[in-house]
């Protein structure tokens, strides 16, 4: 079965310098989930689309910015990156349907700032 | 706003030994509440979860976990474990109709050793 895809799955960057992470969810699928986990700490959510409009927003900096596309993939853009930057960034997604979507988690992009 | 706390940051335990990692939650309105795996450099993947009816929640792999309201608790059971359970351990909750956003817990660290 398709799974999500995120790219790339390793990345690394120095500091001030922008970052892309893309996020391809499982088909079908309509909704769309960031979150951040720091080295040794749990998933933090940062922010969701759903049909492509922002549906929440979790403790996000602002300089970072999220979209989703028509063809329901996500981009996370970071700027003026910083060392605490780093950490594993996980995409995940769900279909917006009956009482309970579940959601799947993609393998994550690994962004070290240097 | 919405809490989760796991007791133990590491519980170490010999193979074949039943092991409890446990949860605690903070809000009084119903929730749903998981318990996802991750083992190291991979993502997140689902064991379990409970959104109503039953309070005992069978999983994969041998987890069970028993939602207490009572108490605000969902502990995470198995009665033998294996060495290839070996990893982080995250409890997580979500509020129905708040857009299925995670707040996930610190996580356990579970170590089986031979």
Known sequence: AAGVIQSPRHLIKE????????????????????????????????????????????????????????????ELNMSSLELGDSALYFCASSFKGGVYNEQFFGPGTRLTVL | ???????????????????????????????????????PNQGLQLLLKY??????????????????????????RKPSVHISDTAEYFCAVSEPNQGGKLIFGQGTELSVKP
Not at chain 1, 24 to 43: A, E, K, L, N, S
Not at chain 1, 65 to 71: G, L, M, N, Y
Request: with cysteine; hydrophobic share 30%.
């Open chain 1, 15 to 74: 500091k001030r310098e922008t970052a892309t992470l893309k996020c391809y969810p499982i088909p079908r699928h309509d909704t769309v989930y960031w979150y951040q986990q720091g080295p040794g700490q749990d998933p933090q959510f940062l922010i969701s689309f759903y049909e492509k409009m922002q549906s929440d927003k979790g403790s996000i900096p602002d300089r970072f910015s999220a979209q989703q596309f028509s063809d329901y993939h996500s």
């Open chain 2, 51 to 76: 959104l109503s009816g039953s309070t005992l929640v069978k999983g994969i792999n041998g987890f069970e976990a028993e939602f207490n309201k009572s108490q605000t608790s969902f502990h995470l």
């Open chain 2, 1 to 39: 706003a919405q809490s989760v706390t796991q007791l133990d940051s590491q519980v170490p335990v010999f193979e074949e030994a039943p092991v409890e990692l446990r949860c605690n939650y903070s809000s009084s309105v119903s929730v749903y509440l998981f318990w996802y795996v991750q083992y």
